[in-house]
């Protein structure tokens, strides 16, 4: 099996309900609070709610992605320094899997954001760089749903480094975790 063929088994994918209280998401209890806050009684902020300011403390290691149709997939219209060093390449203006050898490695990803699409969740990411040669280095991401207050517009997610040993359940132990469906391996 090649190295892009195996990326995909190296990634779990989880989603948590819009409401879930900010402390549960442990590292990520300022976003989710801040995100929460954005919301204003609508299901989803907007992606205007929010100036980069907002994300001083994660500045570096976001990406936000613009949603686009027919096909589906995701432009990169921030990707943060950080991530493009862990990466070892800038997804700025590309979309998903758009700069990996094998772009078709990226369809489960693909359906992880289809499921948010579909009904939106405070989604959850997490494995190795092995699709960049980066094997040793494990992320932990919050996605974040954004909307015009029709359909899922922009997705900002915010990336942490872990121990490779580390899981998401030791990461987030008092996150209620969903398994996205389509993901599994």
Known sequence: MGKDAATSTDWHYARCPLDT???????????VGLWQDRRGGRRLPARADFDIEDFA????????????RDPFDLRFTLWGTQLRDWWRVDYTGRTLGELSSSPEAWQIERRYFQAM??????????????LHGREHVKVVALDLPMSDGGDLTHVMSAHMQI????????????????????TER
């Open 117 to 130: 699409d579909d009904d939106p969740f405070l989604g959850i990411a997490s494995g190795y760089l092995t």
């Open 21 to 31: 209280a900010p402390w549960r998401l442990g590292p990520f209890e300022d976003l």
């Open 163 to 182: 121990g490779v040993a580390r899981t998401l359940s030791n990461v987030l132990p008092d996150c209620p975790l969903v398994a996205v469906a389509g």
């Open 57 to 68: 403390s994660w500045l570096g290691r976001v990406f936000i992605a613009r949603i686009e």
